[in-house]
């Protein structure tokens, strides 16, 4: 499997501007994390999905955040309208939801806002 | 007061020694995982722990459950060990993880 793949690696968009963020988990994994790290605040969970059902939306920072789970092998995390505040790095995670498993990572997308 | 913390946040050393670097929580968890992070990288899942004492080539994580804190040792430290060390925990009937800050480690030639 080539592990959690993020899409695009690098986004560099003008404040105001839709930002989506894509995410493929492992295949046969049922749960799927968003993250962001910044530098002040280091990663924080943003919101976390089981068999494509969001559970835990409570890390999302504002109405102008949102994600979806259309199917078990694809999600995307929107931002509408973005601001320089949203600079970040996001991860997208997935693993098998059950006790105790290792969750993979994506590489990341590095957003600028600018 | 963070659920996790880590320390030291920066850490220098020259190549070849070990490093410890230290991992206290205060909830119950789980697992406690150790992730490592490259400057402009992903993020990698060196360890998941829930007891005991792990190790893989020159790593090597243990956790105290009762005292509520876990190390990373690196022997033999290496310039390719440079990296961010992150802990991570899992709180008991919880799924997400909880984030420690992160430990910078630069290992001098």
């Known amino acids: 499997d080539a592990g959690v793949i993020q899409s695009p690696r690098h986004e560099v968009t003008e404040m105001g501007q839709e930002v989506t963020l894509r995410c493929k988990p492992i295949?046969?994994?049922?749960?799927l994390f968003w993250y962001r790290q910044t530098m002040m605040r280091g990663l924080e969970l943003l919101i976390y999905f089981n068999n494509n059902v969001p559970i835990d939306d409570s890390g999302m920072p504002e109405d102008r955040f949102s994600a979806k789970m259309p199917n078990a092998s694809f999600s995307t995390l929107k931002i509408q309208p973005s601001e320089p505040r949203d600079s970040a790095v996001y991860f997208c995670?997935?693993?098998?939801?059950?006790?105790?498993?290792?969750?993979?990572f994506g590489q990341g997308t590095r957003l600028t806002v600018v | 007061k963070n659920e996790v913390e880590q320390s030291p946040q920066n850490l220098t050393a020259q190549e070849g020694e070990f490093i410890t670097i230290n991992c206290s929580y205060s909830?119950?968890?789980?697992?406690l995982h150790w992730l490592q992070q490259h400057p402009g990288g992903g993020i990698v899942s060196l360890f998941m722990l829930s007891s005991g004492k792990k190790k893989h080539g020159r790593l090597i994580a243990t956790i105290n459950i009762q005292e509520k804190h876990s190390s990373l040792h690196i022997t033999a430290s290496h310039p390719r060990d440079s990296a961010v060390y992150i802990c991570?925990?899992?709180?008991?009937?919880?799924?997400?993880?909880?984030f420690g800050q992160g430990t910078r480690l630069t290992i001098n030639p």
């Open positions: 995670a997935s693993s098998l939801a059950r006790r105790n498993t290792e969750a993979f």
């Open positions: 991570a925990v899992r709180s008991q009937g919880a799924q997400k993880l909880v």
């Open positions: 909830v119950g968890i789980s697992a």
């Open positions: 295949s046969g994994h049922n749960s």
